[in-house]
């Protein structure tokens, strides 16, 4: 099993430019999520889908945009990248929302100049 | 605020030696606390689920423990491939998962 799927694993921006973040899961979860890591700051959530067809805020909601394509495909859109975005990006999966059993993706590493 | 708080932030233990990790947490309503473990340039990964104060949860020689205010991850004998970075979230009512900035262990043979 792939488990949860992310690209790309790098990548590297410049300040204004664009870009999407995809991820998938095989593993028919209900619930989506993307997270990003910055050092001493722990994970912090952006946007959640609870379920397909569903799309919420988290805490760090801004400049960042999501769609939840299918019950498999939650994306992650940068539309015009800044310096703060430089962060390591997971995606993550679930059966039902939550903090148990998450399954994360390996992570993107962006930066943005 | 909701506040997670793990210590140490770093942690160096020679093979063998026994320890523990702390994840101190200041929310408005506990509906679960969640540990994980993640290793260099990958994801987390789940370890255990803790729900009420006194539980307990064992793997290898990992054992979580909950009480009102904090969880201890106690490491056992630990060895070189125990090496990671230990996370701890919590869950709170009204869809909210808050993560601590982790615990970095490095076990030395």
């Known amino acids: 099993n792939a488990g949860v799927t992310q690209t790309p694993k790098f990548q590297v921006l410049k300040t204004g430019q664009s870009m999407t973040l995809q991820c998938a899961q095989d593993?028919?979860?209900?619930?989506m999520y993307w997270y990003r890591q910055d050092p001493g700051m722990g994970l912090r959530l952006i946007y959640y889908?609870?379920?397909?067809?569903?799309?919420d805020k988290g805490e760090v909601p801004n400049g960042y945009n999501v769609s939840r394509l299918n019950k498999r495909e939650f994306s992650l859109r940068l539309e015009s990248a800044a310096p703060s975005q430089t962060s390591v990006y997971f995606c993550?999966?679930?059966?039902?929302?939550?903090?148990?059993?998450?399954?994360f993706g390996s992570g993107t590493q962006l930066s943005v100049l | 605020e909701d506040q997670v708080t793990q210590s140490p932030e770093a942690l160096r233990l020679q093979e063998g030696e026994s320890s523990s990790l702390n994840c101190s947490y200041t929310?408005?309503?506990?509906?679960?606390l969640f540990w994980y473990r993640q290793d260099p340039g990958k994801g987390p990964e789940f370890l255990f689920t803790?729900?009420?104060a006194g539980e307990e949860k064992e793997k290898e020689r990992l054992k979580a423990t909950l009480t009102k205010k904090e969880s201890f991850l106690h490491i056992t004998a630990p060895k070189p491939e125990d090496s990671a970075t230990y996370l701890c979230?919590?869950?709170?009512?009204?869809?909210?998962?808050?993560f601590g900035a982790g615990t970095i262990l490095r076990v030395k043979s």
């Open positions: 803790l729900y009420s």
């Open positions: 979230a919590v869950e709170i009512y009204g869809n909210k998962l808050v």
């Open positions: 993550a999966s679930s059966e039902v929302w939550g903090g148990e059993k998450l399954f």
């Open positions: 929310v408005s309503g506990l509906r679960g």
């Open positions: 889908s609870a379920s397909e067809g569903t799309t």
């Open positions: 593993m028919n979860h209900n619930s």
